[in-house]
């Protein structure tokens, strides 16, 4: 035990109980959360990581992910060649395997910790920027919803034809506005650079978006984009509906800006497309927020929802509907709904351990942030 104690990377065990009391110590104090972690600790360390990740066009973590089964298999393979060719030195080759695994272990939770996890504690959006979120009433919701739509159909109105098929859904590719994501990426970085002019938090100066290239497999488990601080890159499904993906984009991007809660990175993507001038991003923002705002009235006055849904206008249903179908297709896949089932318990899970206790339910209370914004504002 001594020997192995002797291990100069022992040392690394340390990094557990530090990011243990990190995390302790912004449960405790927004204020150490918030400038302590967020605005000093958390910057100082995703900086640099961000502008190495960046300069490679793919997603590194996707292709971690794609590799790691080989890269465990060969580790283990290694490994026991070693205890088959070194018979005698078996016992300390086993340790120095665990210690190599706790390692692992310390640096990888650490980093967490640092370029993620204390940021769920910080001073929330709306006490930071002034929204006053309270309870509100059914009719009040309504009027929102309604407000929505309305934004809705105007925006998708202002679309450019060449960016509509035959049936009105809204495209991307060659001769489009968007022609791949890349383009929608740009743009995206973009928004948010230019809402961050309102929104000092919001100020960050690198990383950006980046497509999977398995994106439809991560459809398989309902997810449209994921943020990984380890690698510090904004991951994008891109197989969905084309109108989500700028809302998606600048959601995940929110993620990497050091807003960690779902309703808080809805609300700011809502907020970026809104205030972009471009009208596909105008369009996917309002989408946004209606969606999740009617999807709430329905559970608390379903006639009113559908009161709202049969005046739609054909241009926005076109999407909802192709949206409706894509979806419907992805879940008949036979291993869709093992996969989404594992992915909702492992996001439920996650959200919950990091204190959002909602869980998965917290994407729907954008809500209150909306209703604060516009009734702050009529």
């Known amino acids: 035990m001594k020997e192995i104690l002797k291990l100069k990377r022992t040392r690394l065990f340390m990094l557990l109980p530090i990011g243990a009391l990190f995390i302790l110590l912004a449960r405790l104090s927004p204020f150490i959360a918030e400038y302590i972690f967020a605005r000093g600790l958390y910057k100082i360390l995703s900086l640099p990581l961000g502008l190495v990740t960046g300069i490679f066009p793919f997603s590194l973590a996707e292709l971690i992910i794609v590799l790691s089964p080989f890269i465990l298999l060969s580790v283990i393979i290694c490994f026991v060649a070693r205890l088959i060719k070194n ?26 910790i640092v370029l993620c996890g204390t940021n769920y504690y910080r001073y929330t959006f709306a006490s930071q920027y002034n929204l006053n979120v309270k309870e509100r009433t059914v009719e009040e919701l309504k009027e929102l919803c309604v407000y929505l739509k309305r934004k809705a159909e105007e ?10 098929d035959e049936k009105g859904v809204v495209v991307f590719g060659e001769n489009r506005t968007y022609e791949d994501f890349s383009d929608v990426a740009r743009e995206a970085k973009k928004a948010m650079s230019r809402l961050a002019e309102d929104y000092e938090t919001l100020k960050y100066s690198t990383g950006g978006a980046k497509e999977v290239m398995l994106s439809k497999y991560m459809s398989y488990g309902s997810i449209v984009g994921i943020f990984i601080p380890f690698t510090m890159e904004a991951n994008v499904n891109t197989d969905v509906a084309a109108y989500n993906r700028p809302a998606d984009t600048c959601h995940e991007l929110a993620h990497m800006r050091g807003y960690m809660k779902e309703e808080e990175a809805n609300y700011i993507a809502y907020l970026a497309c809104i205030n972009s001038d471009e009208p596909i991003f105008n369009y996917s923002g309002y989408m946004l927020a209606f969606v999740i705002a009617t999807n709430a009235l329905y559970d608390y006055d379903s006639d009113a929802y559908w009161d709202i849904m049969e005046g739609l206008s054909g241009k926005v ?31 439920d899970t996650y959200l919950k351990a990091n204190g959002q206790e909602s869980g998965v339910k917290s994407y729907g209370e954008m809500v209150d942030l909306l209703l604060a914004e516009y009734f702050g504002e009529n």
């Open 87 to 112: 018979k005698e030195n078996r016992g300390m080759a086993v340790k120095k395997a665990a210690v190599n695994v706790l390692c692992f272990i310390s640096v990888a939770v650490f980093l967490f």
């Open 155 to 164: 925006s998708k109105a202002a679309v450019d034809k060449k960016d509509l």
């Open 317 to 347: 249903l076109a999407d909802i509907n192709y949206e409706r179908e894509y979806w419907r297709e992805i879940r008949s896949h036979e291993m869709a709904e093992a996969a989404e089932t594992i992915m909702n318990q492992v996001n």
